[in-house]
């Protein structure tokens, strides 16, 4: 996998439109690569590897190493990591779209794309990428009880499914195409 690599001030950075930005000045990319991930499916595996591999060759990549509650609310110092990452690379596992937090990053990663112009990477770990897409499977499961636990906030659950129909929408790395040698 290749990344292109920006200096926090190279001007060969991407140029997003601040229409909406949070930000008053010219971004100073904090990481090169945020990760998305569900822990329990990934974090001491797959993702542990991808980080050690991106970090080998130089590229900054956020990941968060706390285990989350369950109830957690995303904290801002995530918000900040997606929002001063140029790129995000998103884990898409049988279990992340239980994790509200997770939906709650892949929304935000959803927004940064639109208005910052951040890059999506998805990678369908053990996923069909049309499950993901078509929100069949353990996503259907997982919005079930979304549906149950938000019934008041539907809007809420409807963001969440625009923004992993959105991302699955985006060619990624399929797992059942890797040669384990």
């Known amino acids: ?10 001007s060969s950075s991407p140029s997003p439109s601040y229409s909406s930005c949070p930000f008053d000045s010219t971004p100073q990319w904090d990481y090169q690569v945020f990760l998305s991930f569900r822990g329990e499916d990934t974090r001491k595996g797959f993702t542990s590897h991808l980080y050690a591999s991106l970090n080998q060759k130089g590229i900054i990549t956020f990941k968060d190493d706390k285990e989350l509650e369950r109830g957690d609310v995303i904290s801002s110092e995530i918000i900040k990591a997606i929002e001063w990452s140029v790129f995000a690379v998103i884990v898409l596992s049988p279990n992340y779209a239980f994790s509200t937090w997770c939906l709650d990053e892949l929304q935000k ?56 129909r959105e991302v699955a929408n985006i060619s990624g790395w399929d797992s059942k195409d890797w040669q384990v040698t």
């Open 109 to 164: 990663i959803v927004e940064c794309k639109k208005i910052l112009g951040h890059e999506i990477i998805p990678i369908f770990y053990r996923v069909d990428p049309s499950d993901v897409r078509n929100q069949r499977r353990s996503f259907a499961e997982a919005f079930r009880k979304h549906d149950e636990r938000f019934g008041a906030d539907k809007e809420k659950v409807r963001r969440w499914r625009d923004s992993l």
């Open 1 to 10: 996998m290749a990344f292109p690599i920006h200096e926090a001030s190279s």
